[in-house]
């Protein structure tokens, strides 16, 4: 990794309060049915989730071993566990895989700040804000994985049960020709009332 490359990442890391305030404002959206919530969510959250990943790879100013493992270990937990997220929030397929190594990533990493920094030989190398960042993204990731799909789905189209029935239905059968045909009839026949009804307003 170059030093161009390296100076990218850390202004994409600078601009983490901005993308925090686009997932706000994109969640904002999602829980008040707004159009344009999933663009906003996955272009926000996709980026802070690479900009974490990259940080990873980020060469070290700390000559610490355990310090600089436990600093590439939360950021990588950081990237998963914000993907999982991202992908619970769309229901996408794969979501508890990532949220569980997300989550058990951050909580290795705040154990063994916890441990060091309680070390009094130990050079204290994590800050206020790396801890915070890890709890509160940790704390979210939990907060979703014990949330499941159905309840998710359920939120999103409270206005349309039948929906979310068909689209289990075919989750659940993943080989029912039958029960994926249902689910994407119905899908595009609500897509077709939805946009005669727009272009009737």
Known sequence: ???NEIKKIRLLVKAEPI?????????CFKLMHWDGAATLLIISISTLAISYM???????ESKNTASIFINKLGNIGLAMALVG?????MIW???AMQLIGGITAISCCLIA????????DNENSFSSKQIARLIVIGSIAGFFAAVSERDIMNFNHADDPEYVRLFFNMREHPKDTEAREAFEKYRKEKFE??????SNK
């Open 1 to 3: 990794m170059n030093e």
């Open 19 to 27: 993308i925090i305030l686009v997932i706000v404002i994109g969640a």
């Open 54 to 60: 990259f940080s990873a790879f980020i060469p070290s």
């Open 85 to 89: 997220i991202l992908f619970k929030l």
């Open 93 to 95: 397929e794969g979501n």
């Open 113 to 120: 700040i916890l441990y060091l920094r309680n070390q009094a």
């Open 193 to 198: 009332n939805a946009r005669k009804s727009d």
